[in-house]
């Protein structure tokens, strides 16, 4: 953010792993740092944490005005339907209480102490998505189907999305993870963290 003030630059900040994870009550990033008044934008997705679909752009009333006029995917395409809004106003109540942020929050910080006590080595996260790396993409697809067959959905993420010998497990964390079920899954996770490539 510094350098980009320094230079005179516009901030675009995307919480879409941040809303429903970080700060007191889900308010994403920006909030929690308060620095929401420095971003020229943000942009917080409706999919994730929220449990809807969609996205919007929190900004100046120039950039809205701006968007409203001169982004095409927006002039050409539908409004989202009520039940989905009010779905969203729903959610966005709920995470308002602050509990379930703490309690997402709270498997965050468990599946991290229970990596750690492993000794497992995770990319660093502070949202509801973990990764550990598992280089080689027959290393990290097979892992998954693996994991898969012990009751875990956990996704590998193989290269040329990611680059080569960066292949890793893409773990997302939700509030209704029990501990048992973390801890179970982190076992898992060493045994194929230590078997060889």
Not at 60 to 71: A, C, G, H, M, P
Request: some cysteine; hydrophobic content about 45%; overall charge positive.
């Amino acid at each position: 953010l510094s350098v980009a003030e320094k230079h005179g630059a516009a901030l675009l900040l995307d919480e879409a792993h941040a809303t429903g994870v970080l700060g007191e009550k889900g308010e994403g990033l920006a909030v929690e740092q308060e620095l929401e008044e420095r971003i020229w934008a943000r942009i917080v997705t409706f999919g994730k944490a929220v449990g809807a679909q969609g996205a919007a752009v929190l900004s100046s009333n120039t950039l809205r005005q701006y968007l409203v006029n001169f982004s095409r995917p927006f002039i050409y395409t539908t409004a989202m339907p009520p039940l989905l809004l009010e779905a969203i106003r729903h959610n966005y109540q709920l995470m308002a209480a602050g509990s379930r942020t703490r309690q997402l929050q709270e498997r965050i910080a468990l599946f991290q102490a229970f990596a750690e006590k492993e000794g497992l080595e995770l990319l660093p996260s502070r949202s509801a998505v973990q990764a550990l790396l598992l280089p080689g993409n027959e290393r990290a697809k097979g892992a998954e189907a693996r994991l898969r067959a012990s009751g875990f959905a956990v996704k590998a993420v193989l290269s040329p999305t990611v680059p080569k010998g960066r292949e890793r497990l893409r773990i997302c964390l939700h509030t209704f993870n029990a501990p048992a079920e973390i801890e179970s899954l982190v076992q898992h996770l060493k045994q194929l963290s230590d078997e060889k490539a």
